[in-house]
């Protein structure tokens, strides 16, 4: 049977919420399902404690994705099977949570400076429950009011690092994050190598402690899987997968289950409760 290891949640910046990724994961057949919220973990805790957690039908890991700090390059770290309520990581992650909501704000400004009707209450209410607003939210509202056709042109034109509306946000050193994942219990993985544009720098990662490396990705064509999949025998690093599942139309995959793995990659990153 298929699984899928990375996945976003109403609780970051994916559209469906918690139990409906989680029914989205049954009718998709998926063994293993890994909820891989962005610098945040409420989506797990929230099935938790309303008793959807552990669930029955499929294997839910619990996750989180980090960004992390680098001066050129984005980074992202995956974390699979973290203890949810460790008290390093929540007391870190409200650090992180803290600065999300500074800078969502200097980014409305901004695009106010350039002339685009944007306020902070239109971006809560695209959030919703979330508390980790980003850049994706900011996308959305811009395309709802009409100023660009996808969030990725809102990305290129103002969004992302280099262009007018950009603002840097306080991110984790990646050997920090690596540390975080492992006091929390959880095992450590590099996201989308690919999308770093950088190979000696995904090297350099493979070989600072880090546990696994995300060889299956929608963006890693057969060459770049068979690339990253070396580096894993190389490094002894877990191969990890997943769809980056978000939920939203204009962006690949469209449904949970169209982009899978196969279920031996995600078994080393489960531990069932006890």
């Known amino acids: 049977m298929p699984s899928d290891l990375h996945t976003h949640t109403t609780f970051s910046d994916g559209k469906l919420t918690p139990e409906e990724l989680i029914s989205a994961a049954r009718q998709a057949g998926l063994s293993y399902l890994a909820i891989t919220d962005h610098d945040t973990v409420d989506g797990v805790a929230h099935l938790y404690e309303n008793g959807f ?16 700090h680098h001066p050129t390059r984005e980074i992202h770290v995956l974390g699979f099977n973290v203890d949810i309520y460790n008290s390093e990581l929540t007391d870190k992650l409200n650090d992180v949570t803290e600065a999300r909501w500074t800078r969502f704000s200097e980014m409305v400004a901004k695009l106010q400076k350039l002339g685009y009707d944007i306020r902070e209450k239109d971006v809560l ?9 980003s850049r994706s939210h900011i996308g959305r509202v811009l395309v709802s009011k009409g100023y660009f056709k996808t969030v990725r042109d809102a990305f290129s034109e103002l969004l992302q690092k280099g262009q007018p509306a950009y603002v840097p946000h306080y991110r984790l050193e990646v050997a920090d994050i690596i ?15 690919k999308l770093i544009w950088d190979d000696a720098l995904v090297e350099e990662i493979c070989r600072s402690g880090i546990d696994g490396i995300e060889v299956f990705y929608p963006q890693h064509n057969p060459e770049d899987t068979a690339h990253y999949l070396a580096l894993a025998e190389k490094y002894q690093l877990l191969p990890s997968g997943g769809s980056d599942f978000h939920g939203f139309p204009t ?10 793995i196969e279920d031996r990659y995600a078994e080393p990153f489960y531990q069932p409760e006890t």
């Open 53 to 68: 957690y552990p669930t029955k039908g499929v294997r839910v890991i619990p996750g989180i994705e980090f960004s992390a």
């Open 125 to 133: 209410a695209v959030a919703g429950a979330s508390k980790s607003i």
């Open 179 to 193: 540390s975080l994942i492992h006091q929390a219990g959880g095992k450590a993985v590099l996201a989308h190598p």
């Open 251 to 260: 962006r690949y995959p469209t449904e949970l289950g169209i982009f899978t």
